[in-house]
């Protein structure tokens, strides 16, 4: 009977504000990451970049004079979210953040790097659905998103939806790209002294299509767990430039532990709703 207190619901409030806050700050590291780690890429001007700018009709010399300007605003717009979290520079990197990640199978590439690079458009939108302006309007967004957000049960509600089809996606994505076999997945596996990469793409494929259903019709905490050291360690064996490629799944590693958050938060909610229903009775 402590549990239905109003000690006990206030100690519940709390872990669920804390909770909250939680997501908020996972979220806006997250997305930074995803644009520092991206600009970083252009800067170094990273070869394969010339066939996106080629979908825009850009050649290669252009291409390798416009990827450090790239880079750049990249870099700032991630500062920014990190300093000064306006909406509207959330609202551009879910944009821009959609727009890159398409021009890959634009490009020949395949559509799984599309929806693999969920993370990186989805976690800026997710943070956005977690702080509501307090107006609407053109004005709003050039507002602050809120630090402190108190989101109401709709759009919590939404918020964790949003997360759990990003969360399926970039695994989806990644366990597509697995099965397709491609080529630098393949030499990761190589490099790490696997004698049949093959089988093991296919294996880690499988094992990622699964995860991804799982965390979309039922996601469970232990499995986020497992997901975000999967994510996080595997992302560590790019051939090259590994620190900015693992800087640059940010999103991915962000959302499954911003989904891991909110589930806890969910869980709080509805023990404070069945000990108010307690008491009422």
Same mark, same amino acid.
């Given at each position: 009977m402590k549990d239905f207190t109003g000690e006990g619901q206030e100690a519940s409030a709390q872990k669920t504000n804390?909770?909250?806050?939680?997501?908020?700050e996972t979220l806006r590291i997250a997305s930074a990451m995803c644009f520092i780690g991206h600009g970083a890429f252009g800067i170094i001007t990273k070869p394969v970049w010339c066939n996106y700018f080629a979908v825009l009709g850009i050649g290669h010399d252009?291409?390798?004079r416009l990827m450090p300007l790239v880079?750049?605003?990249?870099?700032?717009?991630?500062?920014?979210?990190?300093?000064?979290?306006l909406r509207a520079v959330a609202g551009w990197l879910v944009c821009w953040g959609l727009v890159t990640a398409t021009l890959r199978p634009l490009s020949g590439e395949p559509w799984?790097?599309?929806?693999?690079? $969920?993370?990186?458009?989805?976690?800026?939108? $997710?943070?956005?659905?977690?702080?509501?302006?307090?107006?609407?309007?053109?004005?709003?967004?050039?507002?602050?998103i809120d630090a402190h957000p108190h989101p109401d049960a709709r759009t919590f509600a939404r918020l964790t939806l949003c997360l759990r089809?990003?969360?399926?996606l970039l695994l989806a994505g990644h366990g597509w790209l697995n099965l397709v076999e491609k080529k630098a997945l393949l030499a990761q596996y190589t490099g790490?002294?696997?004698?049949?990469p093959v089988k093991v793409a296919h294996l880690a494929g499988a094992f990622e299509l699964l995860a991804a259903l799982a965390v979309l019709i039922r996601p469970v905490r232990p499995l986020l767990v497992a997901l975000i050291l999967w994510?996080?360690?595997?992302?560590?064996?790019?051939?090259?430039?590994?620190?900015?490629?693992?800087?640059?799944?940010?999103?991915?590693?962000?959302?499954?532990?911003?989904l891991?958050?909110?589930?806890?938060?969910?869980?709080v909610r509805a023990g404070i709703t069945s000990a108010k229903t307690a008491i009422t009775v």
């Open positions: 804390r909770n909250v806050l939680r997501i908020y252009m291409a390798y880079g750049t605003i990249d870099i700032l717009l991630g500062l920014a979210l990190l300093f000064y979290p799984g790097e599309l929806i693999e690079r $969920a993370g990186n458009y989805g976690a800026p939108l $997710a943070l956005l659905l977690l702080s509501a302006p307090a107006t609407r309007g053109f004005k709003a967004w050039w507002s602050r089809i990003v969360v399926f790490l002294g696997f004698s049949d994510k996080m360690g595997t992302e560590l064996f790019y051939p090259h430039w590994e620190l900015f490629e693992w800087i640059e799944r940010g999103g991915s590693y962000g959302s499954l532990l911003a891991w958050l909110a589930l806890d938060t969910t869980r």
